[in-house]
């Protein structure tokens, strides 16, 4: 039981972790940001085109 004990407060004093978490979060945050930058131009150039054979 000791060693259970142990190995839960070492998990949850490992502060390594969190930095991959950390990562991981900031990357999909960057995705995202990518994803709706490409959809808004893609949406705006697609008008200009539109506009420009009408």
Known sequence: MHRLK?????????E???TT????IAGALVTLGI??????????ITDSIVRLIS
Do not use: R
């Open 35 to 44: 994803i709706l930058a490409f959809t808004s131009l893609g949406k705006a």
């Open 16 to 18: 390594e972790g969190l």
């Open 21 to 24: 978490v950390e990562y991981t």
């Open 6 to 14: 142990q190995y839960v407060v070492n998990f949850c004093t490992d």
